[in-house]
Every structure is written in C-alpha cells, then in structure tokens.
C-alpha cells in the first residue's frame, strides 16, 4: 500500500497561473480532503467529498476547485494562482463511518510569486 | 474565532521524564477529539483518540485526558523520547452534528525532548 500520494513535492507558481495538486490513495477509503497549513495556524479545511461525484467547501475553499470523477483521486485545482495562496497543502483520505482517523499525504509546498 | 485553541506554541522537556500537552476548545458539538504527530517534510499522522463518552484513552505511552466540563483535553507522553520531539496537533470533529468527517485543528504545539 502506498497509502496517500501527492504529487508535486515543490512547485513554484507566478501570480495568475493555474494548476492542479494531485492527490491518491490507494486505500478504497470514501472520505477525501484537502488541507492547507500556514505558520502559525494550524490546518484549514478546503474541501472534501464523501464519495466519487460529491464534493463540499471546507473553511477557506475561495480560489480552489475540485472534483471527485473516481474513488482513488481527488486533484485540487488553483485557477488563478495569488500570493495568499502561497502555503503547504496537505491531502487526507478515510473510511466514513465514526471514529476513522484520516491519513495524511506528504504534503506539497507551493510558493505564489 | 478559533474553536480549538492549544495555547503553547512549544514545551521543552528532558529525556525520561512526562510531556504533558493541553488543548482547549469552545464548541460544544464536538464529541470525538484526536491527536496527531507531524515531523518537518512529513504530512500529519495519527497518534491517538478519544470519544466524548470516555474520559481517558492509553495506547502504550500515550495517555488522553478528556474533560468536557471544562472543554479541555490533554495529552501525557510518559516516558518521552527524543523521537518524539514533533509538532502535535489537537483535533476535533462533530460526529453527530451532520458534519462528521470535518476536522478542525489546533494551531499545534512544538514538542523537543532533549537527551
């Protein structure tokens, strides 16, 4: 088991660009978000789905999109790249149901220029 | 306003003797509360538990305290180690409050254990 994967490790990004954070596990977990982590705040919910085809916001979701077409990957996308969204980004998947612990991936950091 | 508050941003401790790592939160909803390890590079990983029927959860060295009067919780860590010198998050969730999977974390507390 590879567990959560994430792909790119670094990225660097100028203002306005957009790209998509990969995110996979290989776990048949239902449950998958994305997080960001910032100095001094701890994690923040963006997004998460509860299943292939749902999806729902988190706390900070303005200025990501994503998508849940399979149970195995779950791509956050930066559509129009800003210095605010400068951060590491973690990934976490889970079985529903209580008491599920979630698994973290690696984390990408990514720098908005 | 922050919901889960750990209010030491780091603790210092020496090798052998007891860490003891505190978390607060406001909301009233949450009923199951987590810990979690993070070393520089690495994403999270889980540590350890607690549903608000219970007041304590061992797992070998790991012990939570849970007081939901106070809506306090704490982590010892007896003996500690310098591998567990990490950052530790405190989490917690409101399984029973139609937001079941939705995680809200601590700002973390730096944990060095020295030899």
């Known amino acids: 088991n590879a567990g959560v994967t994430q792909t790119p490790k670094f990225q660097v990004l100028k203002t306005g660009q957009s790209m998509t954070l990969q995110c996979a596990q290989d776990m048949n977990h239902e449950y998958m978000s994305w997080y960001r982590q910032d100095p001094g705040m701890g994690l923040r919910l963006i997004h998460y789905?509860?299943?292939?085809?749902?999806?729902d916001q988190g706390e900070v979701p303005n200025g990501y999109n994503v998508s849940r077409s399979t149970t195995e990957d779950f791509p956050l996308r930066l559509l129009s790249a800003a210095p605010s969204q400068t951060s590491v980004y973690f990934c976490?998947?889970?079985?529903?149901?209580?008491?599920?612990?979630?698994?973290f991936g690696p984390g990408t950091r990514l720098t908005v220029l | 306003d922050q919901q889960v508050k750990q209010n030491s941003p780091s603790l210092s401790v020496q090798e052998g003797r007891i860490s003891i790592l505190n978390c607060d939160y406001t909301?009233?909803?949450?009923?199951?509360f987590l810990w979690y390890k993070k070393y520089p590079a690495e994403g999270p990983t889980f540590l350890i538990s607690i549903s608000s029927i219970k007041d304590k959860n061992e797992d070998g060295r790991f012990t939570v305290f849970l007081n939901k009067s106070a809506k306090h919780l704490s982590l010892h860590i007896v003996p500690s180690q310098p591998g567990d010198s990490a950052v530790y998050f405190c989490?917690?969730?409101?399984?029973?409050?139609?937001?079941?999977?939705?995680?809200?974390f601590g700002k973390g507390t730096l944990l060095t254990v020295n030899p």
């Open positions: 789905s509860v299943g292939a085809g749902i999806t």
């Open positions: 976490a998947s889970s079985y529903l149901g209580s008491y599920n612990e979630q698994f």
């Open positions: 989490a917690a969730s409101a399984l029973g409050g139609g937001s079941n999977y939705k995680l809200t």
């Open positions: 909301n009233s909803m949450f009923d199951y």
